[in-house]
Every structure is written in C-alpha cells, then in structure tokens.
T-cell receptor, first 109, second 116 residues
Framework: RKEVEQDPGPFNVPEGATVAFNCTYS??????FFWYRQDCRKEPKLLMS???SGNEDGRFTAQLNRASQYISLLIRDSKLSDSATYLC??????????FGTGTRLQVFP | NAGVMQNPRHLVRRRGQEARLRCSPM?????VYWYRQLPEEGLKFMVYLQKENIIDESGMPKERFSAEFPKEGPSILRIQQVVRGDSAAYFCASSPRGQGGSYEQYFGPGTRLTVT
C-alpha cells in the first residue's frame, strides 16, 4: 500500500462548480497534514494545513478523519486559476513529508 | 523576506559529469529538505539536513549522491557521475521547525537537471 494515495484525475469541472478531492494515508502515527498546490513545471506551494477539527480558508475547506486515515479538500465556486495539481501531504518519520502523486484539476469556462 | 532560493534553475550535464545543486533557505529557517520529482511522478523525499548535520538521508541513493548544509553558505546536493536516469527536477524546501515555529515547508523554484 502506498504511504499516501490520491486519485490522479483529471477532474474536469466548469467554472463555479464544487469539487472534492480525497486522500488516504497509511501511517497512523502521522501528526501533520497539508494540501499543496503545484502548477505545471513549478514548485509546490502550501495551500493549507489540515487540522483535526477541519478548517476553511475562503473557498477551500479541508477535513481530516484520523480513524479512517482520510483527508479531503473541497473547493467551492471553482475558478479557472484553480487549475493545477493538488498534492496531499503527510508527515513521515523525522519531519520529512510524504507526498501523494497528486490529483489534477482542470477548470473550464 | 526572500523565499527559498535555488540555483542553477536549469543544469545540463553529460553522462559521467558531476552536478552541484545549491539551496539557500528562507531567512530564519535552519532546516533544509531535498526532494526529487521525475517527469509525470510525485515528489520523493531525499534528505533532511540541519546546519552541519544530516538528520535523515533515507531517500538518498546509496551511491553517487551526497548532501551537505555547512555552517556558512547554502546547502549543496551533489551528484557524481550522472546518468540519464538522474534527469529530474530537484526541489529544496526549508522550515523553521525546531524553535517553536511552524512546521510547514516552503519550496524553492527547483533545479531542472538534464543529463545528455
């Protein structure tokens, strides 16, 4: 089983749609969880941390379910500029981060 | 506050040459991480360093690859006798963790290594 698993997509959605990405992780001892965004041929950029209680940042909502070892990201009112690859990230041993292979989102007009 | 800086941005080497990739962390960050991303694949952890110490090198290939983060100057990822399979994007990230700071890692723009 991969340490972090994501549906690779692509998810093709129209502007204004709501889209949700899911991610599962294998290490029950993981304590820190993040969503990063990566545009084509660019570096990953931190989108948001994921807290146990769930958290929201504008149009983005992240949820964590420790019992199921499951993380989600919800994007409301999708914009063309949201088109990117979304990386689910979990901490490994000694502070390193384990990246999923990413879910590609394409928002069309 | 300048972000994480990496140079060069693009590096072309012939098989058998050496590649040196440099990373300067964000100001105030003392933890540096190197990741490799092969085309159409996810990021893979390589090594985690603090000043003058390698904390975790479990992702580094056993041969030809080495990394350092000296007391002064940038972190260096060194690849000796490069082969075509080393062609990838190499990203450096830094974090202030260890002094009560945030745990998030911030990435540099990467070095794209092409081995011909």
């Amino acid at each position: 089983r991969k340490e972090v698993e994501q549906d690779p997509g692509p998810f093709n959605v129209p502007e204004g749609a709501t889209v949700a990405f899911n991610c599962t992780y294998s290490n029950s001892a993981s304590q820190s969880f993040f969503w990063y965004r990566q545009d084509c041929r660019k570096e990953p950029k931190l989108l948001m941390s994921v807290y146990s209680s769930g958290n929201e940042d504008g149009r983005f909502t992240a949820q964590l379910n420790r019992a199921s070892q499951y993380i989600s990201l919800l994007i409301r009112d999708s914009k063309l500029s949201d088109s990117a690859t979304y990386l689910c990230v979990v901490d490994g041993n000694t502070d390193k981060l384990i990246f999923g292979t990413g879910t590609r989102l394409q928002v069309f007009p | 506050n300048a972000g994480v800086m990496q140079n060069p941005r693009h590096l072309v080497r012939r098989r058998g040459q050496e590649a040196r990739l440099r990373c300067s962390p964000m100001k105030g960050h003392s933890h540096v991480y190197w990741y490799r991303q092969l085309p159409e694949e996810g990021l893979k952890f390589m090594v985690y360093l603090q000043k003058e110490n390698i904390i975790d090198e479990s992702g580094m290939p056993k041969e030809r690859f080495s990394a350092e983060f000296p007391k002064e100057g940038p972190s260096i990822l060194r690849i000796q006798q490069v082969v075509r399979g080393d062609s990838a994007a190499y990203f450096c990230a830094s974090s202030p963790r260890g002094q009560g700071g945030s745990y998030e890692q911030y990435f540099g723009p990467g070095t794209r290594l092409t081995v011909t």
